[in-house]
């Protein structure tokens, strides 16, 4: 299984960005949980919330809520990560990652997830 993420760029604070993660090798929907993670510079890596890809079930972190939102594309065996109203706090490394089974309580930790992306750069400007 690969994950490709896509959709990175430049953006002035308070536009949008839709980050893509391809995934190849497997059906999205064999997939138990994808989630998004993000990495400002000098800091740890930061969840950003997760879709349940048999029920469709999304979570979005607190610090991002009301403001991203997670979807998936079965046609395209895609899930996209729609950042709306961006702030310069956004700005980072973002990641996609997948494991086969969801895992309660521990979707946030980063070395659960088996597959990863290898990052979007994600700039906000003042």
């Known amino acids: 299984v690969q994950l490709q993420a896509s959709g990175g760029g430049l953006v002035q604070a308070g536009g949008s960005l839709r980050l893509s993660c391809e995934v190849s090798?497997?059906?999205?929907?064999?997939?138990?949980?994808m989630s998004w993670f993000r990495q400002a510079p000098g800091k740890e890596r930061e969840f950003v919330g997760y879709?349940?890809?048999?029920?469709?079930?999304?979570y979005i972190a607190d610090a991002v809520q009301g403001r991203f939102t997670i979807s998936r594309d079965n046609a395209r065996n895609t899930v996209n990560l729609q950042m709306n109203s961006l702030k310069p706090e956004d700005t980072g490394v973002y990641f996609c990652?997948?494991?086969?089974?969801?895992?309660?309580?521990?979707?946030?930790?980063?070395?659960?997830?088996?597959?990863w992306g290898q990052g979007t750069q994600v700039t906000v400007s003042s």
């Open positions: 879709i349940r890809l048999g029920l469709g079930r999304t």
């Open positions: 990652a997948a494991r086969n089974a969801f895992i309660v309580g521990a979707y946030s930790r980063d070395d659960v997830y088996t597959f």
């Open positions: 090798g497997r059906t999205i929907s064999a997939l138990g949980i």
